[in-house]
Nanobody, 125 residues
Framework: QTRLMQFGGGSVQAGGSTRLSCVAS????????MGWYRQAPGSEREGVAA????????????DYAASVKGRFTISQDKAKDTVYLQMNSLKPEDTAMYYC??????????????WGQGIQVTVSS
């Protein structure tokens, strides 16, 4: 079974930056992609960013939501089974619970099937 632990988050002022980390443990060979979702109160879950984590991952561009493209960057350290989400130029509307996920890469989309516990990011104006 794959376990995911998330780190980072907290409160940030608008225009600021923060970084989320997600470490996978247990069965780390069963997934081919890692990514991040978020959910704000009263809103539907939104895919934020995802990337292929298999061999030759540089051949596959990361996938970003339009709302974060150019501000957020997803990256990974395969040796540490860790995925990061660098969040810059944060806006109050980025306030949400952020979830790390792993899953299967299909047609340049990460189909998540395991989730982290979630971590809160609050952006104040």
């Amino acid at each position: 079974q794959t376990r995911l632990m998330q780190f980072g988050g907290g409160s940030v002022q608008a225009g600021g930056s923060t970084r989320l980390s997600c470490v996978a443990s247990g069965d780390t060979k069963s997934f081919s992609c890692m990514g991040w979702y978020r959910q704000a109160p009263g809103s539907e879950r939104e895919g934020v960013a995802a990337m292929y984590s298999g061999e030759e991952s540089t051949n596959y561009p990361a996938d970003y939501a339009a709302s974060v493209k150019g501000r957020f960057t997803i990256s990974q350290d395969k040796a540490k089974d860790t995925v990061y989400l660098q969040m810059n130029s944060l806006k109050p509307e980025d306030t949400a619970m952020y979830y790390c996920g792993v899953g299967t890469w299909v047609a340049n989309i990460c189909i998540h099937d395991h989730w982290g516990q979630g971590i809160q990011v609050t952006v104040s104006s």
